[in-house]
């Protein structure tokens, strides 16, 4: 299993806000930023939210970010249905030498 | 526009190495770290190695730790990583992706290219 637990899968109707929750622990999620990539079905990874809460240029701001403590969460407010993807948290783990982490990854479902 | 673009990936026995090759473009390549993040068939993502910007400091996940080596041609523009000992849980798509900074601990992976695929079976 992963290091960071996401939820399996979520879902909403179009125009829904849905929120994807990461749990971590002090080794990694609460000591360093979080980051969050979609992948859309047969497709690499895309980075999506970085540093807990910032937004790469051209990410609509219906998609945010925060963390708080040894949490972290996703929000997608006005879901659309391009939105259909896995959604992945990753941080940098301070055990042991240090390696990154990333959550099992949440399956969102427009319905 | 950044480009990465990796190859090399096929079918290995298990036991056997494959060598895989990421060339990139559209940036200066000796600014940044990069990685190799890898994704089992039907599974999430798996972060394997990281490297810095002049192969100062390199990392390992401890399931290939020993068995597998990053390393980078500057000069190439290119990226590598020697796979030894596969075994079947090693097959997966192999990502290269870029780091936004130029240690491959504190940044974080702004772009990916589309992955080679690797397979491990007797």
């Known amino acids: 299993q992963s290091v960071l637990t996401q939820p399996p899968s979520a879902s909403g109707t179009p125009g829904q806000r849905v929120t994807i929750s990461c749990s971590g622990s002090s080794s990694n999620i609460g000591s360093n930023t979080v980051n969050w990539y979609q992948q859309l079905p047969g497709t690499a990874p895309k980075l999506l939210i970085y540093n807990n809460n910032q937004r790469p240029s051209g990410v609509p701001d219906r998609f945010s970010g925060s963390k708080s403590g040894t949490s972290a969460s996703l929000a997608i407010s006005g879901l659309q249905s391009e939105d259909e993807a896995d959604y992945y948290c990753a941080t940098w783990d301070d055990s042991l030498n240090g390696s990154w982490v990333f959550g099992g990854g949440t399956k969102v479902t427009v319905l | 526009e950044v480009q990465l673009v990796e190859s090399g990936g096929g079918l290995a026995q298990p036991g056997r190495s494959l060598r895989l090759s990421c060339a990139a473009s559209?940036?200066?390549?000796?600014?940044?770290?990069m990685h190799w993040v890898r994704q089992s068939p039907g599974k999430g993502l798996e972060w394997v190695s990281g490297i810095s910007w002049n192969s100062g400091t390199r990392g390992y996940a401890d399931s290939v730790k020993g068995r597998f080596t990053i390393s980078r041609d500057n000069a190439k523009n290119s990226l590598y990583l020697q796979m030894n000992s596969l075994r079947a849980e090693d097959t997966a798509l192999y990502y290269c992706?870029?780091?936004?900074?130029?240690?491959?601990?504190?940044?974080?992976?702004?772009?990916w290219g589309q992955g080679t695929l690797v397979t491990v079976s007797s």
């Open positions: 559209g940036f200066t390549f000796d600014d940044y770290a």
């Open positions: 992706a870029k780091d936004i900074g130029p240690g491959y601990s504190t940044g974080h992976f702004d772009y």
